[in-house]
Nanobody
Framework: QVQLVESGGGLVQAGGSLRLSCAAS????????MGWFRQAPGKEREFVAG????????NYADSVKGRFTISRDNAKNTVHLQMNSLKPEDTAVYYC????????????????????WGQGTQVTVSS
């Protein structure tokens, strides 16, 4: 059973920073791309950031490009999302996800291509 556990969410003021973490177990972590998605109340789940198996390639949503950074540590089976210059519109539940394939190239941005999901962590940005 693949398990993903997010942590690091909380309440911050606009302009502040948070660092989300995701701990993975039950898979050969270094074989899979990883992603972060978010879902705000009344809105569809959306892609935020993704990283390939080695960490050598990343994808970001236009809305977070230049503010968020995804990284991974394959020795520790963890993936992180550094979130800077936070805005109220970043408020959402953030989910960590693992790719459903041992993909050698590319970083998927579609949620249906991810096969395992964490429970989510709440990020709230006040104005």
């Amino acid at each position: 059973q693949v398990q993903l556990v997010e942590s690091g969410g909380g309440l911050v003021q606009a302009g502040g920073s948070l660092r989300l973490s995701c701990a993975a177990s039950g898979l050969t972590f270094s074989s899979y791309a990883m992603g972060w998605f978010r879902q705000a109340p009344g809105k569809e789940r959306e892609f935020v950031a993704g990283i390939n198996w080695s960490g050598g390639a990343t994808n970001y949503a236009d809305s977070v490009k230049g503010r968020f950074t995804i990284s991974r540590d394959n020795a520790k089976n963890t993936v992180h999302l550094q979130m800077n210059s936070l805005k109220p519109e970043d408020t959402a539940v953030y989910y960590c996800a693992a790719d459903n394939s041992r993909r050698r190239f590319g970083v998927p941005i579609t949620g249906t291509l991810y096969g395992a999901w964490g429970q989510g962590t709440q990020v709230t940005v006040s104005s």
